[in-house]
């Protein structure tokens, strides 16, 4: 009986499994390089995620405070009508022209509640803005850890591919060693 089919035979699911276990190892590499890359976009999304949260926390503060602001200016409208009554009793007493102190600084009370009120516009377009980026950046996130799963699943399988490629070569390199001794013995005889 020759053995010579058997050896070859033997041989090419050696040789099959040398070129497997290459294209393997070769994806596998490109899988690790795309698994860098995707944590590395993982890690920049999550810092740029904080600064955005950070961000938007300090603009909702602002724009609670607005509030507090709109009755700052209220309050100081209101103390300046008592000053400028107090201020016209007492002119009013002496030989001095009287000026009407709400008159006077009126103008600058609008102009401060007009920039108060064009600055917390301004803070409430920029806290819409503010929570778009952050939403976007929550759903880039998402799709990024996604793909890092769907990575991680195909460097899995690709592992495991190579472990039954090598065990592969390894059967069939054996195979190839018992056929060679069997063909050598074929010839002794």
Not at 61 to 82: P, R, Y
Not at 132 to 158: F, G, M
């Amino acid at each position: 009986m020759s053995y010579e089919w058997e050896y070859e035979n033997s041989r090419s699911r050696y040789e099959n499994a040398c070129s497997g276990i290459n294209s393997c190892n070769y994806r596998i590499y490109e899988l690790e390089n795309q698994r860098r890359s995707v944590i590395h976009l993982i890690n920049q999304l999550h810092a740029e995620l904080r600064n955005a949260k950070e961000a938007l926390d300090g603009v909702i503060n602002l724009v609670k405070g607005e509030e507090s602001l709109n009755q700052s200016i209220t309050d100081i409208s209101k103390a300046t009508e008592e000053a400028s009554e107090a201020f016209r009793h007492m002119a009013e007493s002496s030989s001095i022209n009287s000026k009407d102190l709400s008159t006077v600084y009126g103008d600058e009370i609008s102009k401060t509640k007009k920039i108060a009120r064009e600055i917390m516009d301004t803070l409430r377009k920029r806290q819409g803005e503010m929570i778009n980026r952050v939403h976007d950046l929550e759903i880039r996130l998402d799709r990024a850890c996604n793909e890092l799963q769907d990575i991680e699943n195909r460097l899995r399988a690709e592992k495991e591919n190579l472990n039954n490629l090598e065990r592969s070569k390894r059967n069939a390199a054996n195979d190839m060693e018992y056929y060679r001794r069997k063909s050598m013995e074929e010839e002794w005889e």
